[in-house]
């Protein structure tokens, strides 16, 4: 089991080595964080994007390209589509976004052309090492699904509990946040927590077990939850906290980052390949992180 990010790296070590295709791989971060990858045997990687960019940016700040295939194409759009395109004729393994628009990038994954849809729904999948946490956690969805139904909360609870598993956590504990840890009519969100709970103790949602609603301080504080009654096994040590909208999602995920200073790996998961999807902002050690991520979950 993953216990810190760290251990991604030394995990996918041990892993047989993945191609990454980066789309408009023109970027600072981004080329610090592949060439790192690719020196510590974690990937072997092809860098589609403007190549003069490439080479300069790489001279300046001294990475290593020896090894790394670019492909030429100054227009980003294109460049997605390039490196959508080594995935489905099997030349790479998985994704990473660049220097280009996310929706740009996700058209081309999209694409019927490459056929690389597997699952109904793709969701964001943000993985945090966390100071005051003892161990890794996992949130979901606050990068992709703006307002879920049930159904779609079914799929997201999927496509964690498969990020998890090559986490090597085998039985993920998952946490439905709301407001409130009681079942209120008029609060969806309690809802759609009780039911995905009910669900997961028939059998429905395999893999994984679920406890909901709870709020967010009895779902990661074991004394919360003491203190108010609350009796489960998921309450004070979930792996996966199920936001109900891409807005909480979005701001406790920043929190993290801003407040708590957690590091983080991002991924976008439900394709037939991952793609490996952080913000700009983040750093390059988040990015090597995230790609570290997707070659332990990609072909």
Do not use: W
Not at 42 to 63: D, H
Not at 176 to 201: F, G, H, R, W, Y
Not at 247 to 271: C, H, Q
């Amino acid at each position: 089991m993953v216990k810190r990010l760290e251990d991604l790296l030394s995990l996918a070590q041990r892993k047989e080595k993945k191609t990454i295709s980066v789309a408009a791989a023109h970027d600072k971060e981004v080329l610090e964080a592949v060439t790192e990858a690719v020196n510590l045997g974690i990937v072997n990687a092809v860098l589609v994007g403007n190549e003069e960019k490439i080479k300069s940016i790489a001279a300046k700040e001294g990475f290593l390209l020896e090894g790394i295939e670019i492909i030429d194409e100054t227009d980003d759009k294109r460049a997605a589509f390039k490196a959508v395109e080594l995935v489905a004729l099997g030349k790479a393994h998985f994704i990473m976004k660049g220097m280009l628009n996310t929706a740009d990038l996700l058209k081309a994954v999209l694409n019927k052309e490459f056929s690389l849809k597997r699952a109904e729904l793709l969701s964001h999948v943000m993985v945090y090492e966390v100071p005051t946490y003892h161990k890794l956690i996992m949130l979901t969805d606050g990068g992709m699904v703006p307002y879920p139904e049930l159904k779609d909360k079914i799929q997201i609870i999927k496509n964690a509990v498969n990020a998890a598993h090559a986490l090597e956590i085998s039985n993920p504990k998952i946490a439905p946040i709301c407001a409130v840890e009681l079942v209120n009519p008029s609060m969806q969100a309690t809802i759609d927590a009780s039911v995905l709970s009910q669900m997961n103790k028939r059998g429905q949602i395999k893999g994984c077990t679920i406890d909901g609603p709870l709020a967010l301080d009895n779902a990661i504080s074991k004394e919360a939850a003491k203190h108010k009654g609350i009796v489960s096994e998921v309450a004070g040590d979930a792996d996966i906290l199920l936001v109900p909208n891409i807005e909480s999602g979005n701001f406790l995920g920043k929190a993290l980052t801003y407040f708590a200073k957690a590091e983080n790996a991002g991924i976008i998961v439900g394709a037939k390949c991952p793609v490996v999807l952080v913000s700009r902002a983040d750093s390059s050690k988040s990015k090597l992180y995230s790609i570290a991520l997707g070659s332990l979950l990609g072909g």
